[in-house]
């Protein structure tokens, strides 16, 4: 089997980072970078791995990268610290392993635990994910945020198991990420030249809805389904306000 460095970065994840290392028992080696958290993370991780490693915040793409830098083995594992590795996805992997893979990187399913259940509707599901890569062909690449893996070849595999994915602990904190997300969204946009219509603006988020609750079924998951689909329009409709804020400054 090909051997597989998994990477991990953090930043003040004390509450989540022993489950998420413990689901990387399988790897060959483990590599936690560390952006100088101020809770019990890195003495938390150090319980796991040697290779843990202090470095002040440069960014999603450029920690992830250096974390890959670090990696004994070429292909590599990034996980971040909410989410887990399942045993039959751990299973898909070593049979992939076995021998040279055709494709250079591979994505999986990613299935969130949001409002009580396991979310397989709106646009939290399937969410691919591209987080198994030979970092010879491939490397992370964006700006601000929605970083991701590119491969030189710009063909990917795909897995069938599912990563799975704790991204709030309730909606409060949802909400507060999101302000923080919708803020570097819109700065992204803006530096790649768009600019929000009023059009965009009266229509993008109602047709978020529309794809969240009917067309990606939301409505099948309830009460959870339609606040999701409501929060994601939200979402939607203060990307392109803060777009809107930064033209006309």
């Keep these: ?4 460095s998994a990477i991990v970065i ?3 994840e004390a509450d989540a980072i ?7 028992s399988w790897a060959d080696e483990i590599i936690v970078v560390d952006a100088e958290s101020t809770d019990n993370t890195v003495a938390i991780a150090r319980q796991f791995t040697e290779r843990v490693y202090v470095r002040a915040w440069k960014g999603y793409v450029d920690q992830k990268n250096h974390a890959a830098t670090l990696a004994t083995h070429d292909w590599i594992f990034s996980l971040d610290a909410d989410e887990r590795v399942t045993p039959e996805l751990n299973a898909e992997i070593g049979a992939l392993l076995q021998s040279d893979p055709t494709m ?6 990613r299935v969130s635990f949001y409002l009580g259940r396991w979310m397989r509707t709106t646009d939290m599901y399937p969410d691919y994910q591209l987080r198994l890569y030979d970092r010879r062909y491939a490397r992370w690449h964006g700006l601000h945020v929605h970083e991701s893996v590119k491969v030189d070849t710009d063909v990917v595999g795909y897995l069938k198991s599912e990563l799975q994915h704790y991204p709030y602990k309730d909606l409060s904190e949802h909400l507060i990420r999101m302000d923080r997300y919708t803020t570097l969204a819109a700065r992204q946009m803006f530096e790649k030249g768009k600019r929000a219509t009023r059009l965009e603006l009266l229509f993008h988020p109602p047709i978020a809805f529309v794809r969240n609750y009917i067309l990606k079924g939301g ?4 009460k959870p389904g339609l606040i999701i689909s409501l929060v994601n329009s939200y979402y939607v409709m203060l990307k392109f306000a803060k777009l809107w804020e930064l033209q006309r400054d």
């Design 1 to 4: 089997m090909l051997p597989v």
């Design 10 to 12: 953090t930043k003040n």
């Design 18 to 24: 022993a489950d998420a290392l413990k689901s990387l």
């Design 104 to 109: 250079r990187g591979y994505r999986m399913p």
């Design 219 to 222: 409505f099948r998951d309830g």
